[in-house]
């Protein structure tokens, strides 16, 4: 008697506790932190204008709105239309800059490959070279992905370049086409070169708002913090590239000394500087560089270090500035965050939020504003940092790929499909959706007139929703770990029948124990 009733209590308990790893809510552990993730390529999806520099010669490459892996353009690099006969590289290339505390770095993109019969020596590729390389000499060092192919449709290539921490290079797309046999050439898209840094601190650093009158600095640059990263190139502008200086009448110019240099070697000079420079042209003087602030960021600020002049008076058409541009509506003006016209000659520190703009991809622009008036302004720049902080997004997920296999020197002729027939945008890319900012900042190589502009009405930044990171959840039987329907089925069904044996043992030590 006393066995079945031990029975009976052994058979209840049991039930109840696995009744109880049913009902009790999965323990939920925290969250561990996370690599930091960003994408360093400006304009991947070559959606705009900006960010690559676009190779001469006879086989220019040129924007194309079919075939695209995704968006509304790709580019086109290599001998689609002209004679066999023509020996010719085609290539773009985008300045990068890998920040040296990263712990990887992976390039990815989409290409269409393709060639028609007896290509020769003929040749498709992705490369890494140093600032200014002559491509023709460095192809055979650089390359880190190289086909001689019709692919019959986009493939994705991905590659570490770890091996670029902490320099600075040159992504370089290019077809070569050696003037026999057949034509070779390859659509390019979604271009991402992707690299990480270590975890961020658990609490977002808090930055500081801009000052409202700058005050002379120390005599070093101020340390980048921990988890905050320089997407800016050449902020320093120790070498030739990376900013697109204006072509209006007073040219900007890398200066060294005797003119003011901050740190390094070399700063960067805009206005009327030159004792040579005339006073009674009007010009702006200005650089440009475009960058992406990562949506996944927590803040974000450009911060720089100027050196301002003017014989003007303030409040006039002779100014220093900092104008936030959107290259996707053809550069319209964001925002002027900072103009001044000064005359401190010494270095200054300024920095500005930009928090507001994550997610968006936006156009620094520089400028010093001369009214032809007789007067002077000017102003040397140095150490200038876009920098992105608390940077919490994971690694992009591929849902499809196909990758080719390892070995850049080795060329492989696939099969040939039917030639597929590209739009060229060589007239105008689609008109942009029009915005409330109607004030332009004349930018680039336009001769701009002077007529006095005030910026309207900032168009309102687009909100970027930060990714949420999930925390691991735990639990006896935590049915999200399991990735197969059928396992989970065979799981619930062996907890079904364990609970009908224990409950047929249950009754059944009830009935004998009562004799019935």
């Known amino acids: 008697m006393a066995a079945r009733r031990q029975l009976r209590f052994s058979s209840l308990a049991l039930l109840a506790l696995l009744l109880m790893a049913f009902a009790a809510p999965p ?9 930091s993730c960003f994408d360093i ?12 520099t676009l ?3 006879p086989l220019p490459p040129q924007y194309v709105y079919s075939p695209t892996k995704s968006g509304a353009w790709a580019i086109q690099a290599g001998n ?5 006969t023509v020996e010719a590289y085609s290539s773009f290339f985008q300045t990068l800059a890998i920040p040296a505390n990263a712990i990887s770095a992976e390039l990815s993109f989409w290409v269409w490959t393709f060639t028609e019969a007896n290509p020769g020596n003929d040749r498709q590729e992705a490369l890494l070279l140093i600032e200014g390389a002559n491509l023709q000499s ?6 880190i992905w190289g086909e001689l192919s019709n692919s019959g449709n986009y493939q994705l290539i991905r590659r570490s370049v770890a091996s670029q921490i902490g320099r600075t290079f040159e992504l370089t797309f290019s077809v070569y086409n050696d003037g026999f046999g057949g034509r070779t050439w390859m659509v390019v898209d979604d271009v991402i070169l992707t690299v990480c840094l270590p975890a961020p601190t658990p609490t977002p650093t808090t930055m500081p708002g801009p000052t409202a009158t700058p005050s002379p600095i120390p005599t070093a640059p101020s340390p980048i913090p921990p988890n905050c990263v320089d997407i800016l190139a050449n902020g320093d502008f120790e070498w030739d590239g990376a900013w697109t200086v204006g072509g209006t009448p007073i040219v900007p110019f890398y200066a060294g000394p005797p003119n003011p240099v901050f740190s390094g070697n070399r700063s960067m000079a805009l206005g009327n500087i030159l004792p ?8 702006f003087s200005s650089i440009q560089q475009s960058v992406t602030l990562p949506a996944t960021a927590q803040t974000a600020q450009i911060r720089f270090y100027y050196h301002p002049s003017s014989t003007a008076a303030a409040g006039g058409l002779n100014r220093q500035e900092l104008v936030l541009l959107d290259p996707l509506r053809f550069e319209e003006t964001i925002e002027v965050p900072w103009r001044v016209t000064e005359n401190a000659n010494q270095w200054l520190f300024k920095q500005i939020d930009l928090t507001r703009y994550l ?3 936006i156009t620094i622009y520089f400028n010093a504003r001369n009214a032809g008036d007789g007067t002077r302004t000017s102003m040397f720049l140095d150490q200038l940092q876009v920098l992105a902080c608390d940077i919490v997004a994971a690694m992009p997920l591929y849902d499809e790929y196909k990758e080719t296999q390892p070995g850049a020197e080795t060329y492989q002729i696939l099969p040939m499909p039917v030639p597929t027939t590209f739009v060229s945008d060589q007239a105008n890319p689609p008109p942009a959706a029009p915005g409330n900012q109607q004030t332009v900042v004349a930018v680039g ?5 002077l007529p006095e502009s005030t910026p309207g009405a900032s168009s309102a930044p687009s909100t970027a929703a930060t990714e949420t990171l999930r925390g691991n959840e735990g639990g006896a039987f935590n049915l999200d770990q399991f990735d197969s329907p059928w396992l989970i089925i065979l799981v619930i069904s062996v907890v079904v029948l364990l609970a009908a044996v224990l409950a047929l043992l249950f009754f059944r030590g009830d009935k004998e124990e009562t004799g019935t």
Not at 27 to 35: D, E, G, I, N, T
Request: hydrophobic share 30%; charged share 10%.
């Open 138 to 143: 460095s192809s055979s060092s650089g390359v």
């Open 359 to 361: 997610g968006r991809t």
């Open 27 to 35: 323990v939920r552990s925290a969250a561990p932190l996370q690599q």
């Open 41 to 52: 390529v400006v304009n991947g999806g070559f959606e705009t204008r900006n960010g690559w």
């Open 55 to 57: 190779g001469s010669g």
């Open 80 to 84: 689609l239309n002209l004679s066999p």
């Open 276 to 283: 040579g420079t005339p006073t009674n042209v009007p010009s």
């Open 445 to 449: 190589a336009v001769q701009a007139p």
